[in-house]
C-alpha cells in the first residue's frame, strides 16, 4: 500500500506539479479563513475610500503594503516616487501599526487600516481596490527599484502584441547589503508549477479582475506564497513574459513580516540560493 501511494503522489506530482498541488490542498484546508477576510477587506475598502475622497488614477498604480518597518518604508517609497515613468500614483496601505512621516508628493496617498489583519494579500487587495489605473505594480517596504522599473515593464507592455503581466529580475542582497545572487527565471507555467521563482516585488501587470490576491490566511510555514498564487493564476487567461533585466533590490529579510524564500530552490537562477522566514 506504501508503494501504491507513494507511486499515486510521484504521478500526481509529474502531472500537475509540486507548488500547484500544495495550493489545492491550501484552498481544500484553508479557504474557511477567507470568508472573514473578505469582509474585513470590503469594509475597509469602503471605509478608506470614503476618507480619500476619491480614487488616485495615473497610468501605474504602485501598491506598497508596510508593517511597523518606517526606514524601509520611507526607502521604498523613495524609489518609487523616483521612478521615470511620473504617470504613477503610489499607495501606501499601512496594516494597522500606523504611518510614520512620509514624503510630500502629490502622487503619494498613504492609509491606514483600522486593525492589523497580517495577510498580506488582503492588504495588497486595498491598495488595487482603492486605486485607478491601467497597470498595477507592487513593492514591500524593505524593498527597492532601480529608477527604470516601471518604464522597463510599461514599454514591454504597451508595445503592439504585449504581454499582459511582466516580471524583470531580482538582485538578492543579504540584510548587510551584500549581493546574494539574481534571480532570472524566464516565464514557463509547467516550470511555475514546480518552482517558486515568482515574486510581486518585480511584477507590473495589466489591471483586470483576475488581478487580486489570494485572501488565504497562510503561516509561515505554508507554501506556495500569496506572490506565487497571484501570478500563476493570473497566467492561466493572460499571457505573462519574464524581462531579464535586474531591476528590483530585493532584500532576503531574516524577519521579512511578508514573505519566506524557504520553498525557493536554486534551480533556474544565477548564483546561490537563500532563504528567509516570514515574520508573525
Known sequence: MGRLLRGAK???????????????????????????????EDAEVRR??????????????????????????RRAVDTALAQTVREQVVIVVDDGAGLPELPDDPRLFAVSLARNVAVAGVVRNIGIRLSSSRYVAFLDDDNEWEPDHLERAVGALSAPGGPDAVYTALRRLRPDGTEMDVLSVPFDRRHAAEEGFLD????????????????????????????????????????????PVPTVRYLVNPDSYWSSWSEHRPAGHLGAAGSGTAGP
Open 200 to 243: 510581486t516585488n518585480a511584477v507590473v501587470a495589466r489591471r483586470t479582475r483576475a488581478l487580486r490576491f489570494s485572501r488565504l490566511r497562510r503561516p509561515p510555514q505554508v507554501i506556495p506564497r500569496e506572490d506565487w498564487e497571484l501570478v500563476f493564476r493570473y497566467s492561466r487567461t493572460h499571457r505573462v513574459e519574464h524581462l
Open 48 to 73: 478608506l475610500a470614503a476618507e480619500l475622497g476619491r480614487r488616485p488614477s495615473a497610468l501605474v498604480a504602485t501598491v506598497i503594503p508596510t508593517y511597523r518597518r518606517p526606514e524601509g518604508l
Open 10 to 40: 510521484r504521478l500526481l506530482r509529474e502531472r500537475f506539479g509540486f507548488l500547484r498541488l500544495m495550493e489545492a490542498r491550501n484552498k481544500a484546508v484553508l479557504s474557511w479563513t477567507a470568508v472573514g477576510l473578505r469582509r474585513r
